[in-house]
């Protein structure tokens, strides 16, 4: 078996096992195509090529946990830069109207602490980041259509519970 080959066969495997270990699509197709290096590299050193997917997935693994490691010893800054950026800047901001959104947002919360995490994210993703539909259903990898109906049926229910806090 050439090294394309294997390349093609075992890809989905591999892509799958850093994905788990990873949980961010690019960053795993990143581990992918390093752990196929790394492969390449040694690819002299594997005795046995039924055992290929094994050794891939071993490789993979290794280089996601390599690679999860280092981020999290890169993520010590304290501060994004646009804040650093920001810092001695006179704030134009109403304090009132932040601490209004701030109850407004516990509120939503604490009415959708049952809601399922799908209803959650697709309301957070809408309402909070302001995405459109069709930008949440690629994101999600869903059809524009579910994304609207599920928005709408998470929208109608939370607007139900608050019709119920408001009234009472």
Same mark, same amino acid.
């Given at each position: 078996m050439d090294f394309t080959t294997l390349y093609k066969v075992h890809y989905d495997r591999v892509f799958y096992v850093s994905f788990a270990v990873i949980r961010d699509r690019q960053l795993a197709e990143d581990n992918v195509q390093e752990t196929f290096i790394k492969a390449y590299k040694k690819w002299d050193s594997l005795e046995d090529i039924e055992k290929a997917g094994a050794w891939l997935c071993i490789i993979a693994t290794r280089t996601a946990i390599d690679f999860v490691r280092r981020e999290r010893k890169n993520k010590g800054c304290p501060m994004e830069l646009d804040v650093l950026d920001s810092l001695g800047k006179e704030a134009g901001h109403n304090v009132l109207a932040e601490v209004e959104a701030k109850l407004l947002?516990?509120?939503?919360? &604490?009415?959708?602490?049952?809601f399922s995490k799908e209803d959650k994210k697709l /309301?957070?993703?809408?309402?909070?980041?302001?995405?459109?539909e069709r930008e949440i259903a690629k994101a999600l990898e869903l059809n524009p259509a579910t994304v609207?109906?599920? /928005?709408? !049926?998470? !929208? +109608?229910?939370?607007? &139900? +519970?608050?019709?119920?806090?408001?009234?009472a």
């Amino acid at each position: 078996m050439d090294f394309t080959t294997l390349y093609k066969v075992h890809y989905d495997r591999v892509f799958y096992v850093s994905f788990a270990v990873i949980r961010d699509r690019q960053l795993a197709e990143d581990n992918v195509q390093e752990t196929f290096i790394k492969a390449y590299k040694k690819w002299d050193s594997l005795e046995d090529i039924e055992k290929a997917g094994a050794w891939l997935c071993i490789i993979a693994t290794r280089t996601a946990i390599d690679f999860v490691r280092r981020e999290r010893k890169n993520k010590g800054c304290p501060m994004e830069l646009d804040v650093l950026d920001s810092l001695g800047k006179e704030a134009g901001h109403n304090v009132l109207a932040e601490v209004e959104a701030k109850l407004l947002k516990d509120l939503l919360d &604490e009415k959708m602490k049952d809601f399922s995490k799908e209803d959650k994210k697709l /309301i957070v993703l809408k309402m909070e980041k302001g995405l459109k539909e069709r930008e949440i259903a690629k994101a999600l990898e869903l059809n524009p259509a579910t994304v609207k109906s599920k /928005i709408h !049926r998470a !929208r +109608r229910k939370l607007k &139900e +519970r608050m019709a119920v806090e408001l009234s009472a």
